[in-house]
């Protein structure tokens, strides 16, 4: 038996390309609400995503004048530990701020 998928009677041994998927991506959001300090929200962004001050004061903003602001796009794994991490930090630190994510 041939260690090829598709062997030909002539003697030569083809393979075919296996294409893999991506995985489907995720948007990890933040929400705005009245309680969450901006300085708190700032340190989830260093903290559990890894952004330097800059773009986590801007993501701050994007959150604090639309509503909701992007976090960072993960596939779905890694998304579902931020928000939970994200969730328990909050927790922690009694601030109600919530985080979800949905498909890119």
């Known amino acids: 038996m041939s260690i090829y998928e598709n062997d030909t009677e002539d ?3 083809t393979k075919d390309r296996v294409q ?3 995985p489907p991506m995720f948007k990890v959001l933040l ?3 009245d309680y969450t300090t901006m300085e ?3 340190l989830v962004l260093e903290t559990v995503f890894n952004k330097n001050a800059t773009v986590a004061s801007q ?3 994007d959150v604090h004048k639309e509503g909701v602001g992007v976090a ?3 596939t779905r794994d890694v998304a579902e ?3 939970a991490l994200v969730h328990d930090l909050a ?3 009694q601030h109600p701020l919530k985080c979800s994510m949905e498909q890119a």
Request: proline residues 0%.
């Open 81 to 83: 530990t931020k928000v």
């Open 40 to 42: 708190f929200v700032i």
């Open 91 to 93: 927790r922690t630190n």
């Open 31 to 33: 929400h705005n609400d």
């Open 59 to 61: 993501i701050m903003m």
């Open 11 to 13: 003697g030569v041994a």
């Open 72 to 74: 960072g796009v993960y």
């Open 20 to 22: 893999i998927k991506r």
